[in-house]
């Protein structure tokens, strides 16, 4: 089986996020980086189905020559090799994002014939837009089954299954080539091992640059939500604290008087 994984450069989710002075835009100097925790798993489960059923496996990512970083990531823990759409770091909206992918997978597959499977992570951990991959399976015109926590590789075929909003499963067996998009939890995802990392920096990244695309959404000004602020109050030390500890479980109905 031929996999490609798309994935998407993005802040660490845990780091505190900082505007530029203008608000355009993230200041990203005291920012790591990674990929959307459900495309960690989108790179696990391509491993996965490699180890398990054979076939080879590229990853995928538009964004500034920087995402080289998470490019080599994904290979050192198994991915056989990286292609990068590399931009000027400017933000692409998803019509543009899942323009310029499909071009890419149009000359991908005409180079090495077709990608069986092209999984996605359910969204993205900052614009959380959920378009890319439904877009992308629109316009090459294949079955795209979202939001799955399990998958299973058949004869031509892929069994899917995803969380049904009224609790239950949801299960759908389409024909391959087709477009998947995974939810974290589907799989738990492996670290790179140092001899991985070793492996992956010895291999090359496919680069290209796409033409920017205008005409869709665009970005007016960024703003952080509003920040709740919490206090602490110290009602005593050691011992003679109990009493006030006991005062405040009763105040709060813990506690009967």
Known sequence: MNILVCVKRVPATGGRIVLTADGSDIDTRYLGFTVSPHEECAVEEAVRIVEAHGGTSAVLTLGPAAAEEQLRDAMAIGIDRAILLETDG?????????????????????????FDLILFGNESADSGGFQVGIRTAAALGRPCV?????????????????????????????????????KEGINLPRYPSIPGRLRAKKKDVERSSPAWRSGGLEKITLRLPKEEVTAAEVIGRGPEAAPAVVDLLARIGVLGR
């Open 90 to 114: 400017r933000d692409w909206d998803p019509v543009a994002t899942a323009g310029a992918i499909v071009e890419a997978i149009r000359v991908q597959e005409a180079a090495s014939g077709p």
């Open 146 to 182: 979202t939001g799955v926590k399990s998958l299973q590789p058949g004869d031509g075929r892929i069994a899917a299954r995803r969380e049904a909003p009224a609790g239950g499963w949801e299960s759908f067996e389409v024909p391959l080539p087709a477009v998947v998009s995974v």
